[in-house]
């Protein structure tokens, strides 16, 4: 039979599950995370008094409506919870499942890896208290903790909003919710939000309760520093108008969009191209999510459209998956599904401009500022490397001479804000700094593990 | 209000068995299904130093990417702090142990 291996069990991979397994295929389905549904619609653990209807809102029906999807469907596929997929061989996949090393084999491979946040640093951004906007929200989800009781949310996405209400309906107070984007940007960028009016409107609505609510919103910030000893203690940034303001919290939230994990397409052989919108490498992909023959990619992990798009890219890929396969696909069904992923990530493109990646801000940061939080090396070392005689110009040199990227994390954090740096120092556009290549093992792993012939 | 030393506030029910561990030396108190950074950040604000200057640390993207919330076990170990559960009796520390240590 034919072997057909999905990485990650959020939205993208379950649909793939599902809709294979109805056509007469057994895939495995393999997650790092111990419960199914990735990390937006992840699952809390059953001894976790927590109200995931009134945590998801609006998208609660979908949440549940996945999850119930997901428990008919389990005992029918090879699920593989707690599994890292840690390097990618020709058709094999090497696997680390409770510190034991195990492989498969794959005819075809699905990688649905999604998405984590992306970061922009500033003064003070590796104190305790300063999380990811993704990881507050994971904190909820996942542990029923808020990540503080006084919470600012800074950065530059409509996931702000959404998890800044989450917060204040859970209990926290918010102390702000700063975005760098001015309000000009986003009024522009109106055209292309109404690809998604329903999405539009959800993140409108968000905000109009955080107002009545008394939240202060403000728009066109420039971050200045995160002030603290051996903690968080304010956010101090200056204002559309010029105004530095200081405000007192215990922890914050960054956020600027979400990034794909794209180790492991890239381990498995995509392509990537440069993408000026997001300011990204995304890998390269057809209509249905093909990246090269028996490799297919969908959800965030291949183009950052949120749960709506992922759930459908993952049909597509399936259906891609199949007919590959030989099998016969409904055309009109597929041709609908390519239209509605379009639509979706054409309104991720709106979103883009209404919520920028301040890339002059990162390019203006203070040498002193950590930018690589594994390494420990500051903005001013990667500059500095840079301004010697033939010094480096692209972030694979730049990080073998200073180490920016080439720790724990394997740049997953730094990596956009670095090539930032390195565009900005050479005088390029992002594109020219090129992009820090994959390695295996894609998440650090005991060399014992990797050594242990499975 | 005095402010609170813990970073993390509790603010749905985990029904489970209570759990201790010792970190650093302290004995912290924990409920099963907690991980153990969620366990670390709800008495205290920190779960490792920095190898480079020593420098806290309390995680930062809480689902397993960013590694910045790895601690260490008497025998050397490290483990992940985000998404590994807790258990009665750990050892753990901040910083990595010599082997050695963990015969004292």
Redesign the interface.
């Known amino acids: 039979m034919t072997e057909v291996v999905i990485v990650g069990a959020g939205p993208a991979g379950i649909a793939a599950a599902e809709l294979l397994l109805a056509k007469g295929l057994k895939p495995t389905l393999i997650d790092?995370g111990?419960r199914p549904g990735g990390?937006g619609y992840r699952r809390?653990?059953d001894?976790?008094?927590?109200?995931m209807n009134r945590l998801m809102g609006s998208e609660a029906k979908k949440y549940a409506s996945l999850h119930r999807r997901f428990d008919a469907l389990v005992a029918h596929i090879d699920y593989r919870p707690g599994t890292l997929v840690w390097a990618i061989d020709g058709n094999t996949l090497h696997l680390l499942r409770e510190g034991r090393a195990e492989t498969i084999a794959f005819d075809k491979l699905l990688i649905a890896s999604g998405a984590?946040?992306r970061v922009a640093p500033l003064p003070g951004w590796?104190?305790?208290?300063?999380?990811?906007l993704?990881?507050?929200q994971?904190?909820?989800k996942?542990?029923?903790?808020?990540?503080?009781?006084r919470v600012a949310f800074l950065g530059s996405s409509p996931l702000l909003s959404l998890a800044a209400k989450q917060y204040r309906d859970?209990?926290?107070e918010i102390a702000v919710l700063a975005d760098t984007t001015p309000l000009m940007a986003k009024a522009a960028a109106l055209p292309a939000l109404l690809a998604a009016p329903r999405t539009l409107f959800r993140g409108l609505w968000y905000m109009g309760a955080l107002l009545r609510a008394g939240t202060r919103l403000l728009h066109g910030v420039a971050p200045i520093a995160i002030e603290g000893t051996?903690?968080v203690e304010a956010l101090v940034l200056r204002d559309s108008q010029g105004c530095e303001r200081r405000f007192a919290c215990?922890?914050i939230a960054l956020g600027y969009g979400l990034k794909p994990?794209t180790q492991l397409a890239d381990l498995a052989g995509a392509q990537f191209a440069y993408d000026a919108d997001f300011r990204l490498f995304l890998p390269v992909i057809d209509g249905m999510g093909r990246a090269r023959p028996g490799l297919y990619l969908a959800g965030d992990g291949a183009r950052i459209g949120g749960a709506d798009a992922a759930e459908a890219s993952g049909l597509l890929a399936a259906h891609a998956i199949l007919a590959d396969l030989g099998q016969m696909q409904d055309v009109a069904s597929t041709r609908n599904l390519a239209r509605r992923v379009q639509r979706l990530r054409q309104f991720q493109r709106g979103l883009a401009s209404a919520f920028a990646w301040p890339k002059a801000q990162i390019a203006s940061l203070p040498d002193t500022v950590t930018l690589c939080?594994?390494?420990?090396v500051s903005v001013g070392e990667v500059r500095a490397a840079m301004a010697r005689e033939l010094g480096p110009t692209e972030v694979n040199r730049v990080k073998a001479m200073t180490r920016c990227g080439m720790?724990?994390?394997q740049g997953?954090?730094c990596g956009p804000a670095l090539q930032e740096i390195v565009a900005a120092g050479a005088g390029n556009d992002g594109a020219a700094a090129g992009r820090l290549r994959g390695q295996a093992p894609v998440?650090?792993i005991?060399l014992a593990a990797a050594g242990d012939p499975a | 209000m005095e402010p609170s030393k813990a970073l993390f506030r509790r603010v749905a029910v985990r029904n489970g068995a209570a759990a201790t561990f010792s970190f650093d030396g302290t004995a912290i108190r924990a409920t099963i299904g907690d991980s153990v950074l969620a366990a670390l950040l709800q008495d205290g604000a920190l779960v490792r130093r920095l190898e480079f200057g020593g420098e806290p640390r309390a995680g930062f993207c809480l689902m397993g990417a960013c590694q910045d919330c790895w601690v260490w076990s008497a025998a050397g170990g490290r483990i992940r702090a985000c998404t590994t559960p807790v258990s009665d009796g750990m050892v753990l520390f901040a910083e990595p142990q010599l082997p050695a240590a963990a015969h004292d």
């Open positions: 790092e111990a990390q809390p653990a001894d976790l008094a927590l109200d984590m946040d590796a104190l305790p208290g300063v999380f990811t993704g990881g507050a994971v904190a909820l996942d542990q029923g903790c808020l990540i503080g009781n859970m209990g926290a051996n903690r215990d922890a994990e939080r594994c390494e420990n720790g724990r994390c997953r954090v998440k650090p005991a």
